[in-house]
């Protein structure tokens, strides 16, 4: 089955971090560039990060001020999402995404990983 | 940054009532590289429209998109109990690649 899920997201307290997951299967992982969305309780979507295929091309939303790495391990069909010096803004539901670029936008989501930043 | 707005925020339809969902751009969009998504309550965005006019796989045909330039459209054609859900456009020809606020379509 074509699919992708996130593991990871819980409670962390301000100033914290957190190491978001995804597990990819049934497509071949490496062929695809791979991001992050997410999504404010009640609110909107929010692009967060991407990373090409061999992950020479990252991307993040200006918005992060350098708090979020993403990385990929083609070997394991994982990707990951590395949260620091979280803040109560971050509280969302995490998205991992499959984009095959300008050919077929975000055509492949995880069911989400919720992340609450609280003390 | 390409800033999409999506308005009204709010739809009120009834069952078999045709829906007109708009999104406009704040610059030209490149080959018209927009997108629609649907999105449940509790669940994730489902893809439904990309390259402004092209279904996804297994969208129903009621489901269109139409525009070009920074004016786009999502239209349903007859609404149907399944289809009352939030929208959401996307431009994804640059980065980042930005969401409008999305259009919630609710039952009247």
Redesign the interface.
Known sequence: EVQLVESGGGLVTPGGSLRLSCAASGFTFSGYTM?WVRQAPGK????VS?ISRDGTYI?Y??SLKGRFTISRDNAKNSLHLHLTSVRAEDTAVY?CVR?HG?L????L????SLVTVSS | ?IVLTQSPGTLSLSLGERATLPCRASQTLS?N?L?W?Q?KPGQ????LI?GAFNR?TGIPDRFSGSGSGTDFTLTISRLEPEDFAVY?C?Q??S????????TKVEIK
Do not use: I, M, V
């Not at chain 1, 077929?104 to 055509?107: A, K, T, V, W, Y």
């Not at chain 2, 994730?44 to 893809?47: C, K, S």
């Open positions: 991001n909107g979507l929010e692009w991407s991307h939303a200006d998205y984009d300008l077929l936008p975000f055509d989501w995880g069911q989400g | 940054e080959s590289y997108a998504y999105q994730a965005p489902r893809l990309y996804a959401y996307q994804y020809g980065s980042p690649k930005t969401f409008g606020q999305g």
